[in-house]
């Protein structure tokens, strides 16, 4: 049983949606910040949507470095036994697509050990209640690593989600100087862009972390969510370019054809074919994305025609 009454929790998540801070709303009512993340972790994943449609999860994770003893600088073959510290998971920041609010969480708290699993368990509910999860390198990196972390932890898999990864969309449709997060929100975002190392440059940032400097942890959560908000952002740019992105109009109960981006306003563009069928085609009006029908118009003696050729 809770030691905190429900009074205390509609307190702290009021305090929470005024834009405060976990920290401070964690020093303004003396309840621990752990337990506050797990109350906003809660309250975002039940948040009930005004409209149908697919829940898409923006989502970057940060690890901490692994430790090992070396005698030389190139060309190391680090043995297992060289290993004085694993890596794990240090924080990590989620919002849901065209949301406002942004969940942050890290082990500011608990730096002095490797024990990730609050951090694993309050992702776990996300990606749980998400259709989709957005990252960048988010396939080979980010799902990976927290696969890992959870499976390290016993817990059990999440639901099945899919996966958009932006680095994947960029190498497979440009050919971009660099496919960098930080290329790439500068280049292409007008509102947020990844955000540079200020104080703490390149690995200074985790080894002062990992040292318990406050200014540091202030950084890394600043750093962390920057790459959300612009994340976000870039996702936006490229997803009309995504002709591999997953169909997000399964997601509502109508019957409409809906563009990925969610508008209904398209234009017919003429018609897209195979060697076996014909479609009509759709020019989205609100991002350019081209949506193909789902009717074959071809008639059933013209297909069979056409599979009669193939056959010969």
């Not at 390290?152 to 989600?161: A, I, M, Q």
């Not at 990992?210 to 976000?232: Q, R, T, V």
Request: aromatic residues 12%; contains cysteine.
């Amino acid at each position: 049983m809770s030691k905190y009454t429900e009074e205390q929790k509609s307190n702290v998540l009021e305090l929470l949606s005024s834009g405060l801070s976990q920290r401070v709303v964690s020093s303004l009512t003396n309840v621990p910040k752990s337990t506050i993340a797990d109350w906003a972790v809660e309250s975002y994943t039940q948040a009930e949507q005004s409209e149908e449609g697919p829940k898409i999860l923006v989502l970057d994770i940060e690890t901490n470095f692994l430790r090992s003893a070396t005698w030389a600088l190139f060309k190391q073959n680090v043995g297992l036994n060289q290993i004085l510290n694993d890596w794990y998971i240090i924080g990590f920041a989620a919002k849901w697509l065209g949301e406002d609010e942004i969940f942050y969480a890290d082990k500011r708290d608990s730096w002095q050990n490797e024990n990730d699993y609050q951090l694993c368990d309050q992702m776990w509910r996300l990606i749980d209640e998400a259709d989709i999860v957005v990252a960048h390198n988010g396939r080979k990196f980010d799902m990976k690593k927290i696969n890992a972390r959870l499976l390290h932890h016993n817990f059990k898999p999440p639901r099945p989600v899919k996966v958009v990864d932006t680095l994947e969309i960029a190498k497979r449709h440009f050919a971009f100087t660099s496919n960098k997060l930080e290329y790439l929100t500068d280049k292409f975002c007008k509102v947020y862009k990844k955000s540079k190392h200020g104080q703490f440059p390149g690995f200074e940032l985790w080894s002062q972390c990992m040292s318990g400097n406050p200014d540091a942890w202030e950084e890394l959560e600043e750093y962390n969510i920057k790459d959300i908000l612009s994340l976000e952002e870039l996702y936006l740019r490229l997803r009309a370019w995504d002709n591999k992105h997953p169909n997000l109009n399964v997601y509502y109960q109508d019957n409409l054809i809906r563009c990925n981006c969610g508008s209904e306003n398209l234009e017919h563009s003429g018609y897209w074919t195979t060697n076996l069928s014909k479609f009509d085609q759709f020019t989205c009006q609100e991002c350019g994305a081209h949506v193909r029908g789902r009717v074959n118009l071809l008639s059933k003696d013209k297909q069979k025609s056409l599979n009669a050729n193939i056959a010969s």
